[in-house]
């Protein structure tokens, strides 16, 4: 599998590299800011992009701003953001195109070779990776007693399943033989069903997907 | 100096009684001729006036120069003796009072000429009233000096030229009504020009003035017309110039009673009063409703308004004025008033020295003011620096502490694949090391996290907060009214709050849920967060829950700062409500 992986930090990046090489990978390149990254993979066109989000020069999301625009033009790129924060934040809008081939991870997780090919692996293959901490501050308060997943149908569990591999309502409506109408019925459902508030930025579609993903 | 104008008395009295007896016996006819009553009347006014105005401002010229015109007035009288060389100086000095009148005219009220023009204007009256008319007398006699009859000999003509004299005595007359017209237009320009506080002093002269000067630019043109009006101009004339001392004299009076007002003040001044009371009731007193005040704040040697705001001290061209009041030596306050107050001093001392104690009194509370204002300014800079101080530490420990340490977790990674099962009682030891590494990761993350906000810089109010409530320990509700971004500080303000303001929630309400509010009405944000625990918050920590006062006290601080205002609600089992209001300026 190839990799390409973007980090401002010399230190991080070199030593991410002889990881994955280590671990069986074959690293592409290294980039150390944005632009880099994104000659790089224009370049190399590798299976999985590692991207840390704070990147120069300003430091703050120019990595997630950089994964979005790989996922844009190369949506089979796999991406795997690093982050020294818990910023459930920044999960929520990298799933919100969708959760195939994509991941969020804390930095630290990197220590743990086997979990980090794992991780790699996973997401290369189109499969997502959410980092505990995060899932934990997201569907945390919401697993206490049963879990609600289990409370959903089995036509609403089929439509949210289809939710997490990034269709549209128009898609899940057209593999289903449903109406539009009917879909917006069962997600409102599901809604219901595992308790999402609403929220002043609108993300339960991305919550509900993660609370699934987290069942699995 | 002043005794000595007693001695003017008897000199005034000889010439008056002499002019009048010389006005009452006519031996010569000479054009206009004012009579006794009018000679004695301008005269007696002239040299009156004069005396009391030179009596009570011995430093202004006004006084001398209003007793000079009235004895060569009186002099012009000898023009009607017929004794020769009472006759032949008294013709000289005819129409020397024009040119006395028009400077007394151009210099009030401070006895000095303005300007260029007015000195040309002073030494055209000069050279009209006397060079022409001596110069008509070296060719001129009898009827070439306009006499009607009965004059005396002129002892200073050389040629015998009549027609000459006239024609000369005509160019003097024409000269007289260009004159006259000029110095009316340019004290009706003078008057309009004028603050109010200036117009006040100038009307009841400019009035006498310039009807002094309209009727005598009519007697000159009637008398070159050949007198249709008889002698009425003439008398109107010297009426009205009868009437200018007076009306200057009424003026310094006036002036004078002014300083009456400095009593009343004193009595006003007696009651409690507030900075703008102060400042309207010295207005009264000097007249001049534009005036303002300023107060010395020492700490930093400038001038401050009564709210603490720096003055500036006016320079010469910006049309106003300021006259330090002090105290003891020290200067206590500035009034910044109408130039016109210049030529009244003295009744500004008396204003300054009434208003001392009252100006004092304000100039600490003035102070105390300008304090507040720099002690706020200084609280703003010191939060500023603050948060400054916590980006720069979390940015040195993400870029620095963090990365090594990540770094030292991935050596201990690739050191465990490394090891050999032959080597396997060091594994444990490196999984130890591992776990020790990822907690202190954790927990720099945390600190990293509290010290300073990045979603905060990177994604704005609402979304940090919507973080915040997420990570809180209690289930928090969270309601954002808010689609712009704010100012850096105010921002950062209300982020702080409500974290301070959530972890107490959680750590001493005891409550099951947490409300946050945020709304924002164009000036003002305000961000509230309510719980359903205990209550009994208090600032000073004083009340049920100890611990949290010190944490509130600095909450209360940070929207203080910026000029906002928290407000505390803890009735002992019914919730805590904690609100900031921070204007967005």
């Known amino acids: 599998m190839r990799v390409a992986v973007g980090d401002d930090a010399v230190i991080l990046r070199e030593g991410l590299a002889r990881l994955l090489e280590e671990a069986g990978f074959e690293v ?98 189109g499969g997502s990776v959410l980092d505990p901490a995060v899932v934990s501050q997201l569907v945390g308060r919401r697993r206490q007693g049963d879990n609600p997943l289990e409370q959903l149908t089995d036509r609403e569990r089929e439509v949210l399943a289809l939710m997490a591999e990034g269709r549209s309502n128009k898609a899940i409506a057209d593999r289903l033989f449903v109406s539009d109408h009917t879909v917006e019925k069962h997600i409102k459902s599901i809604f219901g069903t595992l308790r999402l508030p609403l929220s002043p930025d609108d993300h339960r579609r991305v919550l509900a997907v993660v609370t699934y993903l987290d069942s699995e | ?85 009472l006759y032949t100086v008294g013709v000289a000095v005819e129409y020397v009072f024009v040119a006395g009148f028009v400077y007394i005219v ?24 006397l060079g022409l008319q001596v110069a008509a007398m070296l060719f001129g006699s009898g009827r070439g000096l306009r006499c009607g009859g009965g004059c005396g000999d002129n002892l200073i003509q050389v040629f015998h030229d009549n027609g000459l004299a006239v024609a000369l005595l005509d160019v003097q007359r024409v000269l007289g009504a260009a004159l006259t017209l000029t110095a009316l237009s340019l004290l009706t320009i003078r008057w309009m020009r004028a603050s109010r506080p200036e117009r006040r002093e100038l009307t009841w002269v400019l009035l006498a003035g310039n009807a002094t000067l309209l009727a005598l630019a009519v ?63 010295l207005a009264r007193a000097l007249g001049d409703p534009s005036l303002e005040l300023a107060y010395w704040f020492p700490a930093e040697a400038r001038y401050v308004t009564g709210d603490g705001r720096p003055v500036k001290v006016p320079g010469p061209d910006s049309g106003r004025r300021s006259t330090t009041v002090e105290r003891d030596g020290t200067p206590i306050a500035m009034l910044l008033h109408d130039p016109a107050l210049e030529h009244n001093s003295g009744l500004v001392q008396s204003v300054c020295a009434a208003a001392g104690l009252a100006l004092e009194n304000e100039r600490l509370q003035a102070e105390l003011r300008a304090r507040l204002v720099e002690l706020n300014a200084s609280r703003g800079r010191l939060v500023a620096a603050t948060d400054a101080e916590r980006r720069r530490i979390e940015r040195n420990l993400h870029d620095g502490t963090q990365q ?39 927990e720099l993350r945390e600190l990293t996290q509290g010290i300073h906000p990045t979603l905060l810089v990177e994604r704005g109010l609402p979304i940090a907060l919507e973080e915040l409530c997420r990570r809180a320990g209690l289930p928090a509700h969270l309601e954002v009214d808010l689609d712009v971004r704010l100012p850096d500080q105010v921002e950062t303000a209300a982020y702080y709050f409500a974290s301070e303001a959530l972890s107490n929630a959680v750590k001493h309400s005891h409550g099951n849920e947490v409300r946050v509010e945020v709304a924002y009405h164009g000036t003002t944000l305000t961000v509230q967060i309510a719980d359903d625990g205990i209550g009994g918050a208090a600032i000073g920590g004083a009340g049920g829950r100890a611990g949290s006062g010190s944490g509130l006290r600095g909450l209360a601080d940070r929207v203080e700062a910026l000029g906002g205002q928290f407000t505390i609600s803890s009735p002992p089992g019914r919730g805590t409500r904690l609100r900031a209001e921070i204007p967005c300026a």
């Not at chain 1, 844009?72 to 690093?82: C, K, N, S, V, W």
């Not at chain 2, 009593?263 to 006003?268: D, F």
């Open chain 1, 28 to 125: 592409v390149g290294v980039a150390a800011d944005a632009d880099e990254l994104l000659e790089l993979v224009e370049r190399s066109e590798p299976d999985v992009a590692i991207v840390d989000i704070r990147m120069p020069p300003t430091h703050t999301d120019e990595g997630l701003r950089a994964a979005k625009a790989i996922r844009e033009a190369h949506p089979a790129i796999g991406i795997l953001l690093l982050s020294q924060h818990v910023h459930a934040r920044y999960a929520i809008e990298l799933l919100s195109s969708g959760t195939d081939g994509v991941g969020y991870l804390l930095k630290e997780r990197v220590a743990d070779l086997d979990e980090l090919s794992a991780s790699v692996r996973r997401v290369g293959k």
């Open chain 2, 1 to 85: 100096m002043r005794a000595k104008l007693f001695l003017l008395v008897p000199a005034a009295l000889v010439a008056g009684a002499g002019a009048t007896w010389l006005a009452a016996n006519a031996g010569a006819n000479r054009p206009t001729e004012p009579g006794p009553y009018l000679t004695l009347l301008v005269g007696a006014s002239l040299i009156v006036c004069g005396l009391a105005s030179w009596h009570a401002r011995p430093e202004n010229r006004l006084g001398p120069m209003m007793v000079l015109t009235g004895f060569v007035w009186f002099a012009g009288l000898l023009s009607e003796a017929t004794d020769a060389p």
């Open chain 2, 106 to 129: 151009l210099s009030f009220p401070s006895g000095q000429l303005r300007g260029m023009l007015d000195r040309v204007l002073i030494v055209v009256a000069v050279a009209g009233a």
């Open chain 2, 219 to 281: 007697t000159v043109v009637d008398d070159l017309l050949g007198t249709p009006l008889n002698s009425t101009p003439a008398n109107v004339w010297f009426l009205t110039l009868a009437l200018v001392p007076i009306a200057i004299v009424a003026t310094f009076v006036r002036r004078r009673l002014a300083r009456g007002s400095v009593a009343g003040l004193v009595v006003q001044l007696g009651e409690p009063t507030a900075p703008a009371d102060l400042r309207a009731a």
């Open chain 2, 404 to 442: 090594r340490l990540v770094s030292i977790a991935m050596s201990l990674g690739l050191l465990e694949s490394k090891l050999a099962p032959a080597q396997g009682e060091a594994a444990p030891i490196v999984r130890e090391a591992q776990t020790a590494l990822a907690l202190a990761l954790e």
